[in-house]
């Protein structure tokens, strides 16, 4: 079965510490894209990142970073010096060789001043 | 820039009432896909269209209908509404090149309730 686990549903920090948060997905197709979505209290879903199956390389963009390890079937997100702007829910996604993405339970992330 | 548009954003209607949500993608986009957030829940995929044909379908009830029209907006029809519909809909546009995993913009979302 096609599925993408968030196992941490909350997680709580204090402002600059760092944070990561996992995904773990399961497919039988070898091309598919994972995504990384934001969800502010707002109700819109932010795009932050899409990544092919084919390209392990990790990525830097500010103070957000993902490891893609195919190996484990992770596509984990870390922020770097957390802000309070950070809170969020983030759902990790993917679709499986066709259209509709497939999220994530999501993990609803706090940060405290 | 442009970004998709929903309309209404807030919606209440009674039990067995219909609702129409409405959703202009983003210009040339040619893929249009709805999701429904229930909460506390991630976003399940409902249907989608590619250039007015339907394209997939998800967990959509029979109760929901949905078209794209030759303008590339697309409607979700739903009725006989039931407690359990109230949710935020999402609607999304991409342009479909090559088949998969193209970027999917999302609209702010129609926050429906049911009463």
């Known amino acids: 079965a096609q599925k993408v686990t968030q196992a941490q549903t909350e997680i709580s920090v204090v402002e600059k510490e760092d944070v990561t948060l996992d995904c773990v997905y399961e497919?039988?197709?070898?091309?598919?894209?994972l995504f990384w979505y934001k969800q502010p209290p707002s109700g819109e879903l932010v795009f932050l990142i899409r990544?092919?199956?084919?390209?392990?390389q990790n990525e830097i963009s500010g103070r957000y970073s993902w490891n893609f390890q195919k190996s484990t079937s992770s596509f984990n997100f870390t922020i770097t010096a957390s802000q309070v702007v950070d809170s969020a829910v983030y759902f990790c996604?993917?679709?499986?060789?066709?259209?509709?993405?497939?999220f994530g339970t999501g993990t609803r992330l706090t940060i405290i001043p | 820039a442009a970004g998709v548009i929903q309309s209404p954003r807030h919606l209440i209607k009674e039990k067995r009432e219909t609702a129409t949500l409405k959703c202009y993608p983003i210009?040339?986009?040619?893929?249009v896909y709805w999701y429904q957030q229930g909460p506390g829940q991630d976003p399940q995929f409902l249907i989608s269209?590619?250039?007015?044909?339907?394209?997939d379908k998800g967990s959509i009830p029979d109760r929901f209908s949905a078209q794209q029209f030759s303008d590339y907006h697309s409607e979700l029809n739903m009725s006989s509404l039931e407690l359990g519909d109230s949710a935020l809909y999402f609607c999304?546009?991409?342009?479909?090149?090559?088949?998969?995993?193209?970027?999917?913009?999302f609209g702010p979302g129609t926050r429906l309730t049911v009463l």
């Open positions: 996604a993917t679709n499986f060789g066709n259209e509709k993405l497939t």
């Open positions: 999304a546009s991409s342009l479909l090149v090559g088949g998969v995993g193209n970027e999917q913009f």
């Open positions: 497919t039988r197709d070898t091309t598919y894209y």
């Open positions: 210009p040339r986009h040619d893929t």
């Open positions: 990544r092919n199956s084919f390209d392990e």
């Open positions: 269209f590619y250039e007015k044909m339907q394209s």
